[in-house]
């Protein structure tokens, strides 16, 4: 168990279990290591790099093109009142939102051992910071989708609008997935194969090179089941306008699925938390 000093007159009194009761309000206490660790993060993944934004570009350009081939005209799936290309990079959007989350916080402990092994701290804001850098990718991705809605004449409704609360709702869709798995990998380190087998597996299951109009009706219930699925609804919602819908009763379910996800992955990352550093 974590422990904890306290210094009263001369005498040093160790409180077993004191930074345990502390936890959540250290977490405001130690918010400039959040800090500290997210700009390190992102200093690393863009400055003095080519490849950093390069591949922030290329990766969900590239992706775009073949889904549009593969999709778009071979399969001749529909575009949901939009161009093809832009369907499927709003798609992309929160996808690689979710899976830069769960990819990057899954290997962030292991990253990170000299720091958890030495001193004491919430280590749940080793995996959350790797979301500002995930959020990052976000924007500059946007940049992007900016871009090609240019080219294609196309513009966003007012709904845009609603945009952050569905990038809010995809970070806490992959948070929770994110910090299971960061905690499983600690103890078994063969799951850093595993993970990216889930994100690739993923990426064909969910509606980025199509829409979820085409999921019959008889299968809906268990493909809103994957937690992306709402939020990558709601992106396009935003984004495309005329031709998209949100359905109320889907959208709750993935609400409720991403909250549970949520809260499983917090018990169990806090329930594991204690022997991080011995194991690591």
């Known amino acids: 168990m974590l422990s904890d000093m306290t210094v009263t007159d001369d005498t040093l009194v160790l409180e077993a279990g004191r930074a345990e009761r502390h936890y959540w309000r250290d977490l405001w206490h130690y918010r400039e ?50 161009p093809y290309p832009i369907m499927v990079f709003a798609g992309l959007l929160p996808w690689f939102l979710f899976s830069s989350i769960l990819s990057d916080a899954s290997n962030s402990l292991i990253a990170n051992t000299n720091l958890v092994s030495k001193i004491y701290f919430p280590r749940i804001i080793i995996p959350s910071a790797t979301v500002v850098v995930a959020l990052v990718d976000l924007a500059v991705n946007l940049v992007m989708l900016a871009g090609l809605m240019a080219w294609y004449s196309f513009l966003p409704t007012w709904r845009i609008v609603f945009l952050p609360v569905f990038i809010l709702l995809v970070s806490v869709a992959s948070l929770g997935p994110a910090l299971w798995l960061t905690a499983l990998n600690v103890k078994y380190r063969d799951f850093r194969y595993i993970i990216p ?53 889907e959208l709750l379910l993935s609400l409720i699925v991403n909250t549970f996800l949520l809260l499983l992955g917090l018990s169990y990352f806090r329930a594991t938390e204690r022997g991080f550093a011995d194991v690591i």
């Open 33 to 82: 290591l959040f800090a500290i660790l997210a700009w390190r993060d992102v200093a690393v993944r863009y400055k003095q790099t080519v490849i950093g934004v390069a591949w922030a570009l290329v990766r969900p350009f590239l992706t775009m093109v073949i889904f549009s081939l593969l999709f778009g005209r071979v399969a001749k799936l529909p575009s949901v009142g939009a």
């Open 197 to 249: 087998f889930i994100v690739q597996f993923g990426l064909y299951i969910s509606p980025v090179g199509f829409s979820s109009s085409v999921v019959p009706e008889k299968w809906r219930l268990f493909y809103y089941l994957n937690p992306v699925v709402g939020p990558i609804d709601g992106f396009r919602w935003c984004l495309l306008g005329a031709g998209t819908s949100l359905n109320r009763e």
